[in-house]
Nanobody
Framework: QVQLVESGGGLVQAGGSLRLSCAVS??????????MAWFRQAPGKEREFVLT????????SNSNSVKGRFTIYRDDANNTVSLQMNSLDPEDTAVYYC?????????????????WGQGTQVTVSS
């Protein structure tokens, strides 16, 4: 059974940076055709797609709200996925979730992702 555990959230000032990590267990990361993604849910809002990276890092997709500021990385050797967030804005305040989809592509819909982490809180102060 695949399990995902996020870490790295916290409080940061506007303009600052954070790096989130997602540890993947229960599968051999490099041999599994999985897409990995980050979603986020701000207070009072629906969960939204942020970024995804395909199997073996072949492709990525960005949502317009984070393009140019957030980058997703995939480390098959260590079974981790990271989210580097730069130039953070208070609008980025949310719980960030790591998710896995059994796919060769880069789906952006929540329903395509079958495994989710518990989430990590990111708070950006103005």
């Amino acid at each position: 059974q695949v399990q995902l555990v996020e870490s790295g959230g916290g409080l940061v000032q506007a303009g600052g940076s954070l790096r989130l990590s997602c540890a993947v267990s229960g599968t051999t990361f490099s041999k599994s055709p999985m897409a990995m993604a980050w979603f986020r849910q701000a207070p009072g809002k629906e969960r939204e797609f942020v970024l995804t990276i395909g199997w073996k890092g072949r492709t990525t997709s960005n949502s317009n709200s984070v393009k140019g500021r957030f980058t997703i990385y995939r480390d098959d050797a260590n079974n981790t996925v990271s989210l580097q967030m730069n130039s953070l804005d208070p609008e980025d305040t949310a719980v960030y979730y790591c998710a896995a989809a059994p796919s060769l592509f880069t789906p952006t819909r929540q329903l395509d992702y079958t495994c989710w982490g518990q989430g990590t809180q990111v708070t950006v102060s103005s």
